[in-house]
């Protein structure tokens, strides 16, 4: 009996043993099922960021181009073709595989109203980095322009400033370093333009509520629930459901000193006259020409007499150029008195006229082609020009010169096409052209404005078809130097994708 006895306890051995090594197999096989997924997971958090880096270089890419080839290729306001649901894998791999959409929101009347698939442009925001040369220029232009923005108030206007300009000296109602650095923790003003937006945030009376407003996951729209946290923040009320301060300001706006087919323009003021006419020779007319060269020479006549019938001047190149040509739209309808002889008598002289006259059709036509072509500012990029066809009342209303009563005009003119691709209003004197303003107000405000742009801010949203994990990141391309850089990115995947699959363009499962 004691013998049967210990070959039952050997078995009962066994049996745990065997249990143990089961359960040991059994831990061992969840726990590599659970590294498996965790793998998985991993690996497509790295698809999708190679699918929101991928949207970042088409961006870049498709930016680099000029304003023509951009519009032949479909244009960057709403272009499905080019940044809807984009895979990283050929077609016939493509179901399952990461794709990366790139949007932006569509605005009617300040407020957000729906998705595009295309590109913010920076332009259509007043540019924080152009407040303290506007206010040299004109001042008090500054606080004017920052008070157009919903929720404004001189206190935060001023305080701005005063974060922005470069001097130590406190605006009327603005804060500079001694403010700054007895708060509890102490901290110095940039005395320049700010990095980026959020930067704002460190400036006294600036709130997240009035920065970003409502849209708490930044996907475009005001839901419900935002609009109710919204109404409990008595910050956010100027903002709930209108475009918050951030979507109105920027740092980085700017735009290539380049006609729309991507040639760099021609100085108007370049001190070399015979250089001036092979440039302008190449892109417009003998007579245009002929007259630039002579106003440079001789400057504008004023006086009552009239242009000579067929006048045609030969112009000496070895005359040097004394008169500068503040405004392209200084050449129309002007006149340029050419002296028979030096000292002669005004009677012998010869007057030439512009042949850029103010007749609405040249004003159309003509106009256009000479400010494609031209310029009197000299360099590669022209930073912080506000785009007239794109940006929101507020941001027009911040332009120096430009009164309420012409905003209203230019917004109804405008309705609701607000891509900006209308040819007959390629450039920023349109208003003149269809006689919302007069020639005098047009010259005013034609350095503050511009009809093109750059730089682009745009949200990219890496997802796959049936679901799952995304990543969301906004960012901001460069395009005024070539190659294109990325000079912003914000990760937004903690905000989750926001957005539906459908709505991004994703294909339904089998």
Known sequence: MPRMGRNGMVLIIVVVVVAMISLAGLGFVATMHSQRKVVQLEADELRLEAAVGSGVELLKAFLEQSASDREKGGGTWDNPDVFKAVSLVEKTAA???????????????????????????????????????????????????????????????????DWIDDDDTARQFGAEADYYEGLAVPYSPRNGTPQCLEELLLVRGVTRGLLFGADANLNHRVDTNERKAAASRSDDLPSAGRLPWASLLTVASAERNESIDGRPRADLNGPNLSELQQRLGAVLDSKWVEFILLYRQ??????????????????????????????????????????????????????????????????????????????????PVLPGRVNLNL??????????????????????????????????????????AEG????????????????????????IVGFFDAGGRSVRAEVVVDATVRPARQVYYKDLRVFGRAYALQRLGAEPGE
């Open 95 to 161: 179901k399952g595989g990461p794709r990366f959409s790139v949007v932006a929101p569509r605005v009617q009347e300040g407020e957000a109203v729906g998705l595009r698939f295309g590109t913010e442009n920076e332009s259509a925001r007043l540019n924080l980095g152009v407040l303290a040369r506007w206010d040299q220029r004109d001042p008090g232009a500054g606080r004017r322009a920052l008070m157009s923005l919903p929720g404004m108030t001189e206190s935060i206007a001023d305080a701005i400033l």
């Open 298 to 379: 001789y400057g504008p006549y004023l006086g009552s007499k009239a242009p000579t019938s067929g006048a045609s001047v030969a112009v000496d190149l070895n005359k040097p150029a004394r008169f500068r040509i503040v405004s392209p739209l200084d050449l129309i309808g002007a006149k340029v008195l050419i002296p028979s002889a030096p000292g002669a008598d005004e009677k012998t002289a010869t007057v030439v006229p512009s042949p850029l006259t103010t007749e609405p059709a040249a004003m159309r036509d003509d106009l256009a082609k000479l400010l494609d072509h031209v310029a009197v500012a000299p360099g």
């Open 391 to 432: 940006a929101p009342r507020a941001v027009l209303l911040a332009v120096p010169g430009m009164e309420s009563a012409i905003v209203e005009k230019i917004l109804a003119s405008r309705g609701y096409q607000t891509s900006g691709d209308d040819a007959a209003r390629r450039h920023a004197a349109w208003p003149l």
């Open 436 to 459: 919302l303003v007069d020639l005098s107000r047009m010259k005013a405000l034609l350095p503050y404005l511009t009809t093109g742009g750059d730089v682009h801010r745009a949200q």
